[in-house]
């Protein structure tokens, strides 16, 4: 089954105590992205990576890193966590794009709820 | 990059009506325009998309407009059931830059 995971899917932490989120897709999806949703800001994105060891930044990336080393796993990191990154997060992943009727349909991944005390 | 602003940011009809919910993007390179449903507490599912070579595109109740001079594009859901309220977002751009949704109710 096509599928984008994420874990864990649910994390209460505590101010500066370095955590990651993991994102794992077995579509051969060349292009993975993190998003973070907060009520009425809709779903923003963090950093996108469009292949392997190819990462950019997007529009809300202070406080996050992310590493590309293989191209089924796009991990989030969060070296210093503060309470202003408390949020849902979204990993998703589709295709690079271009020719193919399905070439920019992107896949979401359930989500993971961080609360930073 | 590319700047989609989204309206209205809530929706309130009664059954049957339909429900209109509009996005304009700003990067004129965009040609691909997604619409997602997001249910509480789910994952955002895409449920109609349109590429910039066509105009408008349905799928039984919902229908997806494109006016590409005017850098807009539209969900348009007819016949709406209580079971369409959820929050519907659009994307636009290459980097897939979302609106700040719509939460669409439906009165029974």
């Known amino acids: 089954e096509a599928q984008v995971t994420q874990n864990p899917r649910y994390l209460i932490t505590v101010t500066g105590k370095k955590l990651t989120v993991t994102c794992s897709q077995n579509m051969n999806h060349e292009y993975m992205s993190w998003y973070r949703q907060d009520p009425g800001l809709g779903l923003r994105q963090i950093y996108y990576s469009m292949n392997v060891e190819v990462t950019d930044k997007g529009d809300v990336p202070e406080g996050y890193k992310v590493s590309r080393k293989e191209k089924r796993n796009f991990p989030l990191i969060l070296e210093s966590p503060s309470p202003n990154q408390t949020s849902l997060y979204f990993c998703?992943?589709?295709?690079?794009?271009?020719?193919?009727?399905?070439?920019?349909?992107?896949?979401f991944g359930p989500g993971t709820r961080l609360l930073v005390l | 990059g590319e700047n989609v602003e989204q309206h209205p940011s809530t929706l309130s009809v009664q059954e049957g009506d339909s429900a209109v919910i509009k996005c304009t993007y700003s990067?004129?390179?965009?040609?691909?325009f997604p619409w997602y449903k997001q249910e509480l507490g789910k994952r955002p599912q895409l449920i109609i998309d349109?590429?910039?070579?066509?105009g408008e595109k349905k799928d039984q109740r919902i229908a997806v407009t494109l006016n590409k001079t005017a850098k807009h594009f539209s969900l348009h859901i007819t016949e709406t059931q209580p079971e369409d309220s959820a929050v519907y977002f659009c994307a636009a751009g290459n980097d897939m830059r979302f609106g700040a949704g719509t939460r669409l109710t439906v009165k029974p």
């Open positions: 349109i590429r910039s070579n066509v």
């Open positions: 990067d004129s390179a965009s040609n691909y």
């Open positions: 998703a992943s589709r295709t690079s794009g271009g020719v193919g009727r399905l070439g920019m349909r992107q896949y």
